[in-house]
Nanobody, 115 residues
Framework: QVQLVESGGGLVQPGGSLRLSCAAS????????MVWYRQAPGKQRELVAAITSGFRLNYDSSVKGRFTISRDNAKNTVYLQMNSLKPDDTAVYYC?????????WGQGTQVTVSS
């Protein structure tokens, strides 16, 4: 049974910070590429940040310099540190793990940035 379990979402003021976590089980975590996506109301799902099994990084231009993706293979967990949050960051954030033809998704966690 494969599970990606997310935590850390919530309500935060503009300029604030949140740290999202995604704990994986049922997969050989260290060989999977891990990705954070988000989807805002009325918008398509978009890639936010990715970290490959080889620790290569990719960020959407809108979050570069503000967000940091990392992984701890010993804990089977991928993180998304979000700083200097803006209202446009409000979305449901999803954790994704993929390896070739295999792909798994977390349940999503709500992030709301508002005064």
């Amino acid at each position: 049974q494969v599970q990606l379990v997310e935590s850390g979402g919530g309500l935060v003021q503009p300029g604030g910070s949140l740290r999202l976590s995604c704990a994986a089980s049922g997969i050989t975590f260290s060989i999977y590429d891990m990705v954070w996506y988000r989807q805002a109301p009325g918008k398509q799902r978009e890639l936010v940040a990715a970290i490959t099994s080889g620790f290569r990084l990719n960020y959407d231009s809108s979050v570069k310099g503000r967000f940091t993706i990392s992984r701890d293979n010993a804990k089977n967990t991928v993180y998304l540190q979000m700083n200097s949050l803006k209202p446009d960051d409000t979305a449901v954030y999803y954790c994704n793990g993929n390896l070739g033809g295999l792909e798994y998704w977390g349940q999503g966690t709500q992030v709301t940035v508002s005064s």
